[in-house]
């Protein structure tokens, strides 16, 4: 499957806000965004200009898209299986989008970034309920139990990101067990409880694929 290998933070640079891409260095003053790094792009400030309503749009989707490290099509897909679903299209995007496996395993703080997390499900290190699954947009269910294989449990990078639910626990949604590295889907997320989207509308993204 094709992806994305160019420098993450050019991405977060590109759309002036945080995506959290790269797990701690994101919170540190290393940080593109917090040391206000230019948008990539020769000559760039001479061509902004005021924004159109398709502009404001497309990069609104963007940064959804490039949040959970998903090229075009996949995001595209994912789309239109929230339009077919009942209630808000926006809202059940989210929670599709949510309940991603590399997402979840990203919530329940086995790995420090999505990118990570989506590394350590193709690599075969993730399990739900009792069988390795290496598809990173695998679709969790409700009470779907996922844990880490015997090797995993040993990598140091799973032990440094642990140290974040120390510090500020899991979603609302979820359930884990920090001590047997093991962690349950309790509900479907709702839009309100994904905090860290605050600043995402994802109205204009419906508003961009219903064109």
Request: aromatic share 6%; net charge positive.
């Amino acid at each position: 499957m094709a992806r994305y290998t160019g420098p993450q933070c050019r991405l977060c640079r590109a759309e002036g806000s945080k995506l959290f891409l790269k797990g701690e260095r994101c919170f540190s003053d290393h940080c593109a965004v917090t040391r206000k790094r230019p948008a990539p792009g020769k000559g760039l400030r001479s061509r902004q200009g005021k924004r159109t309503d398709y502009g404001v749009q497309l990069r609104e989707k963007q940064k959804m898209k490039r949040i959970y490290c998903m090229l075009e099509k996949q995001f595209k897909i994912t789309f239109q299986k929230a339009a077919g679903m009942p209630g808000r299209t926006g809202d059940s995007l989210i929670a599709l989008l949510e309940k991603r496996l590399d997402n979840i395993v990203y919530r329940m703080r086995f790995a420090s970034s999505r990118k990570q997390a989506r590394q350590l499900v193709s690599h075969g290190h993730i399990l739900v309920n009792g069988k390795r699954v290496t598809i990173p947009s695998y679709q969790l269910r409700v009470d779907d139990k996922v844990e880490l294989g015997e090797k995993a449990k040993k990598l140091l990078s799973v032990k440094e990101s642990m140290k974040e639910y120390t510090r500020s626990g899991v979603a609302p949604w979820l359930e884990v067990n920090p001590d047997a590295l093991v962690g349950f889907l309790r509900a479907v997320p709702r839009r309100n409880d994904v905090t860290d989207l605050a600043d995402i509308k994802e109205q204009l993204v419906v508003e961009l694929y219903s064109k």
